[in-house]
């Protein structure tokens, strides 16, 4: 069974800077696919980003980015220029090939600082 | 639009009874799963489906059932109602080369 794992329970940033949330997962599948959920207070589940494993290039949408390291099992979440609106839980999750299994890690807190 | 519906948006239950989360979706996946969320943690997956007609356990299953008997409906039964299920449940849907699985807007349920 696949696990996916976010060692940060809650990271703090401060406006307009940088922050990196890690996310580790363990499969024994080579083709996969890899999201960031954020939930704001709303309890919304929004689709931050998406990867697919077969793909080499890191994906990125505007001012969120990942660091996939496929040997390493590894999925960060880059957010750049922090905005208060990025406050929020965020999850990796991963869905494997056949798109029928979606596993969740326990989440990160980012809190922003003004 | 195209999504998942979940009802009721929020309930409050007396422990021993019984109730039903209703979870539909329009957009034919195979894949349907329920997810409880407690209190700023993460999301445990409670039961799955990956087809109609078949369902399986996922990591927290005690005190829940649920059934498949077609595509679109995947309903999630407690019961008879403890404290402990005091949460926000989700119903989610993936289905294969997908670029996201999708939710509902969540259920929030507290046993009193």
């Known amino acids: 069974a696949q696990t996916v794992t976010q060692s940060q329970p809650e990271m703090s940033v401060q406006e307009a800077e940088t922050v990196t949330l890690s996310c580790t997962y363990d499969t024994s599948e080579s083709d996969y696919y890899l999201f960031w959920y954020k939930q704001p207070p709303s309890r919304q589940m929004i689709l931050v980003i998406r990867q697919e494993a077969y793909k080499q290039q890191n994906a990125t949408e505007n001012r969120f980015s990942v660091n996939f390291q496929k040997a390493a099992k590894s999925f960060s979440l880059k957010i750049s220029d922090s905005q208060l609106g990025d406050a929020a839980m965020y999850f990796c999750?991963?869905?494997?090939?056949?798109?029928?299994?979606?596993?969740f890690g326990g989440g990160t807190r980012l809190m922003v600082k003004p | 639009t195209a999504g998942i519906t979940q009802a009721p948006t929020s309930q409050i239950l007396a422990a021993g009874r019984s109730m039903t989360l209703r979870c539909t979706q329009d957009m034919r996946h195979n894949a349907m799963y329920w997810y409880r969320q407690d209190l700023g943690l993460g999301l445990r997956l409670i039961h799955y489906s990956n087809t109609a007609g078949t369902t399986g356990k996922g990591e927290v299953p005690d005190g829940y059932s649920v059934s498949r008997a077609n595509t679109d409906d995947f309903p999630l039964t407690l019961a008879s109602a403890v404290p402990s299920q005091t949460s926000v449940y989700f119903c989610?849907?993936?289905?294969?080369?997908?670029?996201?699985?999708?939710f509902g807007q969540g259920t929030r349920l507290t046993v009193v």
């Open positions: 989610a849907s993936s289905a294969p080369r997908l670029t996201e699985a999708f």
């Open positions: 999750a991963y869905l494997n090939n056949a798109g029928n299994m979606l596993t």
